[in-house]
């Protein structure tokens, strides 16, 4: 599909092209939300097809804009922040689609899938802005593990959903007993997901980042404090979904994971400005106080479900 693209001679602009490769992203959620809104099903079979093809059709485009910015002469420093702004947006956007996919319903395996895609991107932005690669780990979102995530779309389109969510000891015959008796394959596969990213893509992020530095004799260490704007977003998440007695319980999950990605795409773009102007690195933005008011109001009680609902 590339090297066809790439032989033709249609002059599209590169941002078009990112720009229409994430619209099949957000067709997706569409669909979703008026076809399964509670995130579980199951839906129809081609419903699942449509996310595999959504998530595929993104990704060929995303790689195929830069390759457009080449060969016409039109690649800037804009067209890059307009890209990774687009891929940060797209953390969550694809995070609901998945995790419709599989079947997660309004939980907090949906949660973990968001958490995951984000953390990546944030390692990955992070990285860029010390090196100035985007290198991508032996375990990456958008080879190894999109790739899964568009099989398991087919896989439930063909089989539903629900095969992901047998015991454990049935989905991994041969490694199940590793695990506690009562998790699902899901729970399973998020866990091994999970340790595959921290171990074959964060760590690796940080390990370029300390050969970056000892290569420009700048202290590693003072480099780390940087991740506190990650860990700041994840855990203003996590309080206010703890805390919150409506969220989870009234399906509101999409519109906070809207809500919150939205924040994080802020923040990422932020990075990738600071890179691209060669600014000192950004340590916070305005984006986040809503999110960070909103886990304080939730912890101390003080949302009604009405309230809650209006200060999304």
């Known amino acids: 599909m590339y090297a066809v693209y790439l032989d033709c001679h249609f002059e599209c602009r590169p941002n078009l092209i990112t720009l229409t490769g994430l619209s099949f992203e957000i067709i ?21 097809f449509a996310f595999g093809i959504g998530m595929w059709l993104y990704s060929t485009f995303d790689n195929v804009d830069g390759k457009q910015a080449r060969r016409t002469g ?14 940060a947006l797209n953390c969550t956007i694809a995070g609901i689609v998945e995790a419709s996919a599989f079947g997660c319903g309004i939980s907090w395996q949906t949660v973990t899938i968001i958490f995951m895609t984000t953390a990546s991107f944030f390692f990955s932005t992070w990285e860029e802005y010390h090196t100035g690669v985007l290198y991508l780990g032996y375990i990456n979102g958008p080879t190894e593990i999109l790739t899964f995530a568009v099989l398991a779309c087919f896989a439930s389109g063909i089989w539903g959903p629900q095969i992901w ?21 899901m729970d399973a596969l ?7 990213m921290v171990f074959g893509h964060c760590l690796i992020c940080c390990w370029n980042v300390y050969a970056a530095c000892k290569e420009q004799k700048r202290s590693f260490w003072a480099t780390l404090p940087q991740l506190a704007q990650y860990f700041a977003f994840a855990v203003s998440c996590y309080v206010w979904l703890r ?3 409506t969220i989870l319980a009234d399906n509101h999950l999409v ?12 923040i ?13 690195f950004p340590s916070y933005t305005v984006q986040m106080i809503p999110l960070a008011l909103g886990a304080v109001f939730s912890w101390l009680g003080l949302f009604t479900p009405r309230t809650e609902l209006a200060f999304l």
């Open 74 to 87: 039109s690649s800037s420093p804009l067209g890059e922040l307009f890209d990774h702004g687009c891929d």
């Open 268 to 280: 990422v773009s932020k990075i990738i400005l600071a890179h691209l102007t060669e600014m000192p």
């Open 243 to 245: 805390n919150s007695t």
């Open 28 to 48: 997706d959620v569409a669909l979703v939300l008026l076809i399964m809104p509670d995130l579980e099903g199951p839906g129809p079979a081609w419903l699942y």
């Open 190 to 196: 998020l866990a091994l997901t999970v340790v595959a």
């Open 165 to 185: 969510h047998v015991p454990v000891t049935q989905g991994l015959p041969l490694i199940g007993r590793l695990f506690p008796a009562t998790w699902e394959l």
């Open 255 to 266: 519109l906070f994971l809207i809500t919150a990605g939205t924040a994080f795409g802020r």
